[in-house]
């Protein structure tokens, strides 16, 4: 299987700042990899697909980048929405579409 | 808009079988793959498989598979994940997620269902 890497594990950080969070994979995935965002006590939501596509009515300030193995997530400005969990999934190699362990997202 | 509707929260004992469910509304059910997700209490998302509800074609994480069953009932819109024993370790919240291909993403997730398995 495919393995998903993230870095950050966690991170801490003020309102307006940018942030940038990870994500390797273990061999390549092409650009089928996708970031979700996850609120406590919410199901996960999509933000941006196929590494840099972002998903309709998600702010511009999200944005993603990469391909092969080497992927980034980056928010340019924080905004107090946005303090949630992360999580990077491939969709190259089924049937096993493995998502990244997460990255916290905490306000400083 | 778009939904999906999962069965309500579960509380079952060890060895007792369970089959939960996904509702799909207002799409083309058929044409989408219904995916299932573990997320482990203070943990990450697990992927557990997939099924096309248009021809049931299902694949199993490595992980899950023999573990659980996914199957669907496109006739009503609705996908299920069941046990056929449970474990302890299988208390969790269970969530199900469309998918149009693996080029998307999973783009509507259901609201999850609670499983607590506890003697």
């Known amino acids: 299987d495919i393995q998903m890497t993230q870095s950050p594990s966690s991170l801490s950080a003020s309102v307006g700042d940018k942030i940038i969070i990870t994500c390797r994979a273990s061999?390549?995935?092409?650009?089928?990899l996708h970031w979700y965002q996850q609120k406590p006590g919410q199901a996960p939501k999509l933000l941006i697909y196929?590494?840099?596509t972002l998903r309709s009515g998600v702010p511009s300030r999200f944005s993603g980048s990469g391909s092969g193995t080497d992927f980034t997530l980056t928010i340019s400005s924080l905004q107090p929405e946005d303090f949630a969990t992360y999580y990077c999934?491939?969709?190259?190699?089924?049937?096993?579409?493995?998502f990244g362990q997460g990255t916290r997202l905490d306000i400083k | 808009e778009v939904q999906l509707v999962q069965s309500g929260a579960e509380v079952k004992k060890p060895g007792e079988s369970l089959k939960i469910s996904c509702r799909g509304s207002?799409?083309?059910?058929?044409?989408?793959?219904i995916g299932w997700v573990r997320q482990m209490p203070g943990k990450g998302l697990e992927w557990m498989g997939v099924?096309?509800?248009?021809?049931?074609?299902?694949r199993y994480s490595t992980s899950f598979q023999g573990q659980v069953t996914i199957s669907v009932d496109k006739s009503i819109n609705t996908a299920y994940l069941q046990w056929s024993s449970l474990k302890a370790s299988d208390t969790a919240m269970y969530y199900c997620?469309?998918?149009?291909?693996?080029?998307?993403?999973?783009?509507?997730w259901g609201q999850g269902t609670s499983v607590t398995v506890s003697s």
């Open positions: 997620a469309r998918s149009k291909s693996a080029y998307y993403g999973m783009d509507v």
């Open positions: 207002e799409y083309k059910f058929p044409s989408y793959w």
């Open positions: 099924i096309y509800a248009g021809d049931s074609d299902t």
């Open positions: 061999q390549s995935v092409g650009t089928y």
């Open positions: 196929t590494a840099s």
């Open positions: 999934q491939q969709t190259y190699s089924i049937p096993t579409y493995t």
